[in-house]
Every structure is written in C-alpha cells, then in structure tokens.
C-alpha cells in the first residue's frame, strides 16, 4: 500500500504534468488562429520545467518494474530535457523578441550545432523512456507510444515555420502529457496499489 505522503508526492507530480501539458496544449490552440504571439512563447517557454517533476513522478511509479533499463532512459531524458528545457526557454523568451537580421547573427558559432545536439539528447531520451514505459506497462499504452514517438519528433520538427501542422503537433505532444499526468494521478486514488505497481490496461 502506497504511504500517504508517497501519495502527495505523486499528485504533485501529477499536477505539474497537467500544468505542463495545458501550457503546450492551450497556446497551441491560440497559435492556429493568431499565429505566435508573446504570451503564447511564454507558455512554450515554462512548459518543460513542469515536465521535470512529471518525469520523476512516472519513472518512482514504474518502480521496479522499469528495471535498469528504466534507470537509464530516465537519466537521458531528464539530461535532454534539460538541455531542450534550456533552448525552448532562450528561443521563446529571448529570440522571439529579436528581429530576423539579429537572429541570424546570434545562431553563429558553435550555436546551432549545440541546439541540435541538445535536440538529439531529449530525442533519444523520450525515445528511450517511452519504451520503458510501454514494456512496465504501468501506464496506458497509446500515451506511452506517444511519448516515445511523437516527442522525438517534436524535438526536431518543433523548429519549422510557424503552420497549422506545428500547432498540431504542440497539441498532440500537450494531449500526451495531459494523458500520462492522469494516468499517474489516478493511481494514487487506486486503494489497491502496492510497492510494485500493477500493469496497466490499454
């Protein structure tokens, strides 16, 4: 039986996991009739912070059942998300606010290369943690694809002209950390719950 204060624990992972979703999801919705905006790049910018905690949360879930492998998937992903975190911040709060010409001028340098490698990191890590996830079976399985697959490529694809297949990919990245938040909320209301978590279904 899980404590109550492992309980909290989750719940606050949990929410920060919504709060991250919402602030991918929402803005993505905005940008399809509005196109970026500053508000919306501030939302972009502070989503993968409440990410953290939710990683943490879904990994201390798993337990043993993620097993070495999980242990090392979630230390790349939490590495690349850091890193991704760090450019998504610079890129939504800094260059959003500098014109073409001073952009251009800032990405010289060992810049770029940097930003795609810090791509490539969280990449491989959600790629890596997604499996973990969907070979615990602790959480529902098309969410946990999700994550393997779609935030790969988000981490890429994230970087193209603003468009109607960008804002859909924001709001499916955001549907997937809102599923897996849920997903890890409820079970901290499953009375059932032991030290090794039971498989979840579909």
């Not at 492998?69 to 690349?80: C, D, Q, S, Y």
């Not at 599923?179 to 978590?197: E, H, I, K």
Request: glycine share 10%; proline share 5%.
């Amino acid at each position: 039986m899980s404590s109550p204060v492992a309980s909290s624990a989750f719940r606050l992972d949990a929410l920060c996991g919504i709060l991250s979703g919402l602030l991918i999801a929402l803005p993505a919705l905005v940008e399809t009739f509005t196109g970026e905006t500053s508000a919306t790049s501030v939302a972009f910018a502070l989503a993968p912070a409440f990410a953290v905690p939710l990683l943490t949360g879904l990994h201390r879930r798993q337990g043993p059942v993620g097993g070495r492998f999980g242990e090392i998937a979630r230390t790349v992903n939490l590495i690349g998300l850091g890193l991704f975190g760090g450019a998504a911040y610079a890129a939504n709060l800094v260059l959003f606010h500098f014109d073409d010409k001073v952009v251009e001028e800032t990405l010289t340098g060992p810049t770029v290369p940097v930003l795609l490698g810090s791509a490539a990191v969280f990449a491989v890590g959600c790629a890596l943690f997604g499996t973990a996830m969907i070979r615990a079976r602790v959480f529902p399985r098309v969410p946990s694809w999700g994550y393997a697959v779609v935030l790969p490529l988000f981490a890429f694809l994230t970087g193209l002209a603003d468009s109607v297949f960008t804002s859909a990919l924001h709001l499916v990245v955001g549907v997937v950390l809102l599923w897996l938040s849920g997903a890890l909320w409820r079970t901290t209301q499953d009375a059932g719950s032991r030290t090794v978590p039971r498989r979840a279904a579909v």
